[in-house]
């Protein structure tokens, strides 16, 4: 009786075990996601609101099978004003809005990570 309740135990584990690498892929999906979505609010929220054009023109992608987040602006007609926005001219100060809002979210990654990875684990072994 007792070998039977050690192999259930046993198939119970590796069972979670082979439940990690699909718990770790869909919660680093979602914490891509949150990131840019909290980097490109903050970075638009920084943005000078003179016309709305670089708040406007903000975005984020994210690629889930290689793990990547990108915040930016891929606007063609906007991309040189975001830059010397963010980097100044020589007759224009600095108005950084998109490093200032990437260093704010960064704390949180890894916070959010583990959690995630946490949720889907017990998703998993709830048979949710």
Do not use: C
């Not at 996601?33 to 943005?47: F, I, L, P, Y």
């Not at 023109?57 to 990547?68: N, T």
């Not at 950084?96 to 959690?115: D, N």
């Amino acid at each position: 009786m007792a070998s039977r309740a050690r192999l259930d135990g046993l198939a119970r584990a590796l069972r979670a075990v082979g439940q990690i690498p699909e718990a770790m892929r869909e919660a680093r999906a979602e914490t891509l996601h949150e990131w840019a979505e909290e980097t490109r609010t903050g970075a638009e929220e920084r943005a000078p609101q003179r016309t709305g054009a670089l708040d406007n023109a903000l975005d984020h992608d994210v690629d889930e099978q290689y793990g990547r987040a990108e915040v930016g602006v891929w606007d063609p007609e906007v991309l040189e004003y975001a830059l010397y926005v963010e980097k100044g001219t020589s007759s224009m100060d600095a108005q950084p809005y998109l490093l200032p809002a990437f260093e704010a979210a960064r704390p949180a990654v890894t916070r959010t990570y583990r959690a995630a990875v946490r949720r889907r684990l017990r998703e998993a072994g709830d048979g949710g």
